[in-house]
């Protein structure tokens, strides 16, 4: 059973998306109506089969701080009854710094493991969470470090698993698994 949480604007798209995981199951009581941000949209051209470009309607901009208080207040209730809290940055402006501490705390005190999948060049932002999961790229934006090789890699990882704290540092390397 999976819960989700998050930001849509108070638009059409934000109705259908609330509406499609309505009739889906999926529980979106922790997702927040942000009026100041529209809910993104993706448009694919695709001809023949293949994706010919793809244009997005976005605003990356932080939700508001009321949106912020509203969020961390609906996310810190689910984790009560969940066993663990996904977090996927998209750099949308969903997951401020405030968000992110407030969910990191509410995961400490609920004794709740918090996985982020990052986004961005700092990750200090996740410190708190109990395992990060970034890609190659991610991995040597967020360290500074090289990720040329296996050695390379574990030094990389070693080092953001000692700036941020965390259990765990899992890498995805693309076709390299």
Known sequence: EAA???AVGADGAGLRLMDLMGRAGIDGSSVVVEK????PLKTRCIAQSQQMIRVDYEQTGPISKAAEAQLVK???AAMKKAQLVLLSDYNKGVLTDRVLDGIMKA?????RP???GPKGTSFE???GCTAIAPNLKELALATG?????DDDIRAAAA???DLLGCDFVLVTRGERG
């Open 4 to 6: 989700c949480g998050g």
């Open 36 to 39: 100041s941000k529209p809910t």
């Open 74 to 76: 609906r996310v810190s």
């Open 107 to 111: 995961g400490k005190r609920l004794k």
């Open 114 to 116: 918090v996985i982020v």
């Open 125 to 127: 932002k996740y410190r």
């Open 145 to 149: 470090m090289s990720v040329a090789t």
């Open 159 to 161: 080092s953001l698993l």
